[in-house]
């Protein structure tokens, strides 16, 4: 009877188990040191040219007098601009629109809308912009961007309009 109450006896050993102390926070020592911080470096975002009305080349229209294809020279800084833009810009390229008034028969108007256009190109490719880069065609009077039958009206309708691929 002694040897099965010995065995039923458990051999139980306890062990200490360490016990921290978390009533009071551990104390750091004041950093002394003054620390500086460096603004981090910001990539520079810069806006579309084509788009910040800011830029010279948001403006996209070139006007011309009655009945005439020359380039005015309150626009050649315009002109000037785009060109520039696609001597650097290798990959653009553009469209140009001519239009014309209501004044004057349909074919006429389809012509002198074209010789406009053309008279931009022109000016760019001298300025080194290749000609396969620029498309012109002609609307004649066929895209109105004012509506009247007066000379205000007619002076907004005798313009190039400049389009770029992709827009």
Known sequence: MAALVAACSSQDVKKEVPVADRTTPATTQPTTAATTTSPATQPII????????????????????????????????????????????????????????????????LALGQRRAEAVKKVMTVLGVQEGRIETVSFGEEKPAATGHDEAAWAQNRRDDIKYAGE
Do not use: W
């Not at 080349?57 to 005439?68: A, C, G, I």
């Open 46 to 109: 810069t806006a579309n040219p084509l788009t910040d009305p800011k830029n010279i080349l948001s403006k996209r229209s070139v006007y011309f007098d009655f009945d005439s294809n020359a380039v005015k020279d309150e626009y050649r800084g315009v002109v000037q601009a785009h060109a520039k833009y696609m001597v650097e810009k290798k990959d653009t390229k553009i469209r140009v629109e001519g239009n014309c008034d209501e004044r004057g028969s349909r074919e006429y108007n």
